[in-house]
């Protein structure tokens, strides 16, 4: 069996684990259950049902107290709703304070917004208070986690601290909203508010709800700390979330989701539950999510982060999601974001080259793992052993129970890879795959060939298709010029292949027109073999075509396949975010300089499995992708050399693994 591995790159970003009241894996069941019946505001709840709605969440801060073997927190009052009038007041204890966000047109402060409109300016409030706005559909009111309550509840036991401090950092889904210029604040109160309790709803006014009492007084005694993020929505309508992940000292402690239908307002009652890419960095199984309906089902087995907070300095998350919420492994890696990029960009990918040996391809592995995972040394906090000790605990598990010779990579665990370029210093693809671990002194494993490693795009569109993708526009070199021999290859052992495709070139030129204009209305498979180099795909100095033409839309899930040198590393990202932009969900490049020779094979080896597959009921991309590796590494360049082995982890998957892929059909005659 195999396994599937995750990781993330993010800049500004966190990895946060969930409270105790649903599975963040984008939206709640609770949330995607809100969204598809309406989005207009709903009836106000009873001041009764609003109890013991409040009442329960605390009750589940409790439950998660004992799962962890440690002692319930002391029962606590719900959080106070504002809106009730006549309501004693009751003080408010640790675990009913409450985080709530709602987004508001810049200049019009405390008027919460039922929905927002496409390319439009906005802000995002967020707010820690002892009590719940009771935001319904104009935002989103939750009482903290079980992770953040603990860590108020530390602070309470300690007398010299006099503040509270924590990050937040807002992920919004990039589909819908543009980059953030911050996406880091910083919220601070006293903590001496929170033990002079009989203070906290001095200024909760009867009759009138938290928001009546924020535009009187901006600063009510209930409000203990806020921050605000500027917003811009793109042009794209439907559901969009933004992702809230709140750090102490370093760790994530909580999470928080709020969605909006972004739609002009005739259009407002079409929003339907999103499929794209989640906000939540708990990740999502591409492959789980169209045979799921609730959030845990959809959830990855694990995830690593690299997270960069206010400085330069890069840190590691790792979590296996079988973990009780809050726990996870932390560890700064060592390297600024931009010596990241240059290792990966200047040593460690020329090091996967096509010349190298199965010795010098095992020692950069090798490398690779220590600069993700570093060693401990002697100024290193105990932090590093552990993430690193933690994640060989979760390699070996799974290749305990990886039998060889299994090829058919069915129902397979997941580990959720992320990928967020959110700066020029970010490295937009982590090879994964191509990290190494010597478990024992005498072999060294490639992660790429016992885990599915599992990579959004920038704008990740998850939904199933039900067809088989068959249409394909293939670009292969001409038959004289410097890749003659990979035209003469494909013509000898792939001609029929070639000839069903419904779109044919063998000149930049011709394919530069395919990709200025036009939509392809069925779900297509662009696949590229030529040289690349910055965001160039070419056969010739005077035949190419740049990333910048790409303006075909593609109106059904789709994929593509960069079958180039380079075509994942940083200086080709522009091309596939172009591609990813339009519609196609999911990508096939490689990390690495290669030879023309297995650029042949891999395409040799995607065909045969994809035939060999013809009538396997739901096989899927991913599936297809796996076996399409494990072929490839047991060819050879030439007869009776040397195997390609991990040289096949240079092509990476990223995106939708939860399409399905065909041969193509014949041309109409």
């Known amino acids: 069996m195999r396994w599937i591995l995750g990781v993330a790159l993010l800049t500004l970003s966190a990895c946060a684990t969930k409270s105790n009241e649903g599975a963040y894996s984008g939206q709640t069941k609770q949330e995607a259950n809100r969204e598809q019946s309406t989005v207009k505001r709903k009836a106000p709840e009873t001041a009764k049902a609003r109890e013991e709605k409040s009442a329960a969440e605390v009750s589940e801060n409790q439950r998660s107290y004992r ?107 990039p589909a819908y909203f543009d980059h953030p210029q911050e996406h880091v604040q910083t919220l601070r109160f006293k903590l001496d508010r929170l033990r002079q309790t009989s203070n906290l709803l001095a200024d909760q006014a009867p009759g009138k709800s938290a928001m009546e009492v924020l535009r009187g007084k901006p600063e009510p005694s209930f409000r203990l700390g806020h921050v605000s993020f500027d917003l811009h929505t793109t042009d794209l309508q439907g559901l969009g979330a933004i992702g809230l992940s709140f750090w102490v000292d370093g760790r994530p402690v909580d999470e928080l989701v709020v969605s909006y239908c972004i739609a002009a307002d005739e259009k407002i009652d079409q929003c339907k539950a999103s499929t794209r890419g989640t906000v939540s960095l708990r990740g999502l199984d591409s492959v789980r999510i169209s045979a799921q309906t609730d959030g845990l089902g959809r959830l990855p ?15 590691g998350v790792f979590r296996r999601n079988n973990w009780n919420a809050g726990r996870f492994e932390t560890w700064r890696l060592g390297r600024t974001a931009a010596e990241l990029r240059a290792y990966f960009e200047n040593s460690l990918l020329p090091a996967f080259g096509g010349d190298s040996t199965l010795q010098s391809l095992e020692q950069r ?39 060889a010779g299994t090829r058919e990579h069915r129902d397979t665990p997941s580990v959720f890879i992320r990928m967020l370029t959110e700066d020029d210093n970010s490295v937009p693809l982590i090879p994964l795959g191509l990290l190494a671990m010597k478990l024992d002194q005498d072999k060294t494993e490639f992660l790429g060939f016992h885990f599915r ?97 790409v303006n075909r839309e593609f109106s059904k899930p789709s994929l593509a396949i960069l079958d180039g040198c380079g075509t994942g590393v ?28 297995i650029a042949v094979d891999f395409l040799r080896c995607l065909v045969s499995e994809l035939a060999e597959h013809r009538d396997t009921p739901n096989y899927l991309l991913s599936d297809a992708y796996l076996n399409t590796i494990e072929c490839l590494s047991e060819r050879s360049q030439i007869e009776g050399g040397a195997k390609y082995g991990p040289l096949a982890l240079t092509f990476s998957l990223m995106g939708n693994g939860n399409l399905r892929l065909c041969g193509p059909k014949k041309r109409p005659q």
């Open 570 to 597: 940083s200086g080709a990202a522009d091309f596939i975010k172009q591609l990813n932009s339009r519609g196609v969900a999911s990508v096939i490049a490689t990390n690495t300089e290669i030879r023309p020779e």
């Open 67 to 173: 799962e962890k073997g440690g002692a319930a927190p002391p029962e606590s009052p719900p959080p106070v709703s504002s809106r009730p009038p006549g309501d004693k007041a009751k003080p408010p204890q640790v675990s009913a304070l409450t985080w709530n966000a709602w987004a508001e047109d810049p200049g019009i402060p405390f008027s919460p917004l039922a929905h927002l409109h496409p390319n439009s300016d906005y802000e995002l409030q967020v707010d820690l208070s002892a009590i719940s706005y009771d935001l319904l559909d104009e935002g989103r009111s939750r009482v903290v986690g079980p992770g953040f309550d603990r860590r108020v509840q530390d602070w309470m036991k300690d007398a010299s601290r006099p503040e509270a401090i924590l990050k937040i950092l807002v992920l919004p889904d």
């Open 301 to 315: 087995d694990a995830a690593i982060h690299f997270v960069r907070l206010d400085s330069d300095q890069v840190m």
């Open 453 to 549: 490693i599992e990579a959004p795009l920038g704008v990740q569109n998850y939904h199933a298709v039900s067809e088989c993708i068959s249409t394909w526009a293939l670009v292969l070199p001409p038959a004289r010029g410097d890749l003659q021999d990979v035209r003469k290859g494909i013509d000898e052992s792939l001609a029929d292949f070639r000839d069903g495709a419904q779109y044919l070139y063998d000149r930049m030129l011709d394919f530069g027109g395919y990709l200025k204009s036009g939509t392809e209305s069925d779900p297509t498979a662009l696949a590229v073999v030529s040289h690349h180099n910055k965001n160039q795909v070419y056969f010739s100095s005077s035949d190419m075509v740049l990333s910048t033409a």
């Open 365 to 403: 592995g090798v490398e690779f793992y220590n600069l993700l995972f570093p060693p401990p040394g002697p100024r290193e906090a105990p932090d590093a052993a552990r993430g690193r000790a933690e994640f060989e605990q979760f390699v070996r598990e799974h290749l305990s129970q990886d039998t």
